[in-house]
């Protein structure tokens, strides 16, 4: 069975710091591209930030470039996404969501609500 599962967001103060993680089973983690992406109350999805397989490579929105950090642990099964200065407008839900090499099939999370608030 696959699984994601994200964990680590919370109600946090603007400018503080957050760390997300998704933890991942039942399918080739080390072969999968891992991406967070994020809903904001009343919006649609927005892609945050990819890393490749490897994590050689990274990519992020303008919107959390030199704030945000993805990273990932392939011996852990584990994609991380480091979140610096938070804004009360990265208020959403972060999804983690993996796109497997080997079956050509995407997976998500069920997310886990991040609130930027004084």
């Known amino acids: 069975e696959v699984q994601l599962v994200e964990s680590g967001g919370g109600l946090v103060q603007p400018g503080g710091s957050l760390t997300l993680s998704c933890a991942a089973s039942g399918f080739t983690f080390s072969f999968s591209p891992m991406t967070w992406v994020r809903r904001a109350p009343g919006k649609g999805l927005e892609w945050v930030s990819t890393?490749?397989?490897?994590?050689?490579?990274?990519t992020y929105a303008d919107s959390v470039k030199d704030r945000f950090t993805i990273s990932r642990d392939n011996a852990k099964k584990t994609v991380y996404l480091q979140m610096n200065s938070l804004k009360p407008e990265d208020t959403a839900v972060y999804f983690c969501?993996?796109?497997?090499?080997?079956?050509?099939?995407?997976?998500w999370g069920q997310g886990t609500q991040v609130t930027v608030s004084s």
């Open positions: 890393i490749n397989d490897y994590g050689g490579d990274t």
């Open positions: 969501k993996a796109h497997s090499k080997v079956s050509g099939r995407d997976y």
